[in-house]
């Protein structure tokens, strides 16, 4: 598969690094996927404390990942996983929570997103990044 670097997507480009956006209140699960990142030699990480900080601060690259981790509401949820794939087609989406089938779970999966419950191991975060990494087709540096 070759690498999609700067190719237009909506009204953002790809860069050559993939992007990751983390909605955390707390710097505990950013702080591991920077250590996943770095592992691989490869991506940026933007991290916001809310969503509505994502929404008036919309980056300008492609997003390949966008990581719920901030404790929202499940109807905060489901419209943040709506806006991001209109925002970005292609971006993964992967939220964090506390307990499973309960409503966050449902508004992650009927939006089509992935859902890890914490903790979450940097064995998980690492195969999270090597997987982003491969499907939305960046070289690996490191793998």
């Not at 699960?29 to 490869?42: F, G, M, P």
């Not at 990480?45 to 981790?69: G, K, M, Y």
């Not at 409503?103 to 997987?131: H, K, Y």
Request: contains cysteine; glycine residues 8%; charged residues 20%.
């Amino acid at each position: 598969m070759r690498p999609r670097s700067h190719q237009r997507s909506g009204s953002t480009l790809r860069g050559e690094i993939p992007s990751v956006v983390v909605l955390a209140e707390d710097t505990g699960e950013a702080d591991q996927i920077v250590q996943a990142l770095s592992r691989l030699n490869s991506g940026r990480l933007l991290r916001f404390s809310h969503a509505s900080e994502l929404a008036t601060n919309i980056p300008t690259t492609q997003v390949d990942l966008v990581v719920l981790a901030a404790n929202d509401s499940p109807e905060c949820i489901r419209g943040v996983l709506k806006w991001t794939r209109r925002q970005w087609s292609e971006c993964l989406s992967l939220v964090v929570g506390w307990h499973s089938g309960g409503p966050t779970e449902l508004a992650a999966r009927e939006n089509g997103a992935l859902f890890f419950l914490r903790p979450v191991s940097s064995d998980s975060w690492n195969a999270v990044m090597m997987g982003v990494l491969r499907y939305q087709g960046y070289k690996l540096s490191n793998a």
